[in-house]
């Protein structure tokens, strides 16, 4: 029985063969992985009282922790967490029922709430605060605490989402290989 992948009240996680879990991280229940995905050493998904989906090429980082909020009567869907493809998710991360769009950058150490909403193709500074329900415009660097648009991303900066998608998918596919060695 792998312990770090792990079945929760009848979901048993999603995880395609192309995808690399630390043995470290920890998967737990509702959880979905697309093609290519990376967890990095002790990252937390727990999808217990909601569901997590992780697109295509993302990579969620070292120590990153990614929750969801509970469904209830007078709050039927509750806060699933979305992540769209090639997003990477830096280390120290806090994800919490949010929705995150593809060829997003989330900076070490930031937080985002519940309902929060970030559109493609944004890159949140470190130690940032997403707040509750807040959108994130496209095309933007937002950095603070809470969250403020700084200054429309560069070209250099856009093309950069494609490149550390494909760079985590090539360091994953050889950490992968070191395991499997062992």
């Not at 079945?7 to 690399?20: A, Q």
């Not at 727990?46 to 990579?59: A, P, T």
């Not at 992540?83 to 997003?104: A, K, N, P, Y």
Request: proline residues 5%.
């Amino acid at each position: 029985m792998n312990r770090n992948i792990r079945r929760y009240d009848g979901h048993t996680p999603e995880v395609p063969d192309t995808c690399f879990v630390d043995p470290s991280a920890v998967v737990i229940g509702e959880v979905k992985l697309a093609e290519h995905v990376s967890i990095w050493p002790c990252a937390v998904l727990r999808g217990d009282v909601n569901h997590i989906h992780i697109g295509e090429g993302s990579n969620v980082q070292d120590f990153a922790m990614l929750h969801v909020t509970h469904k209830r009567e007078s709050d039927p869907a509750g806060a699933p967490l979305i992540i769209g493809r090639h997003v990477t998710i830096g280390h120290h991360v806090s994800l919490h029922g949010c929705t995150i769009g593809d060829e997003v950058l989330v900076g070490i150490g930031s937080t985002v709430l519940d309902r929060a909403v970030i559109e493609s193709r944004v890159m949140i500074g470190a130690g940032s605060l997403v707040p509750p329900g807040k959108r994130l415009e496209s095309g933007w660097l937002y950095m603070g605490s809470p969250v403020k648009p700084v200054r429309r991303l560069t070209e250099s900066e856009l093309a950069n989402f494609e490149y550390s998608a494909q760079h985590y998918i090539r360091l994953a596919a050889k950490h992968k290989a070191s395991l499997d060695e062992e």
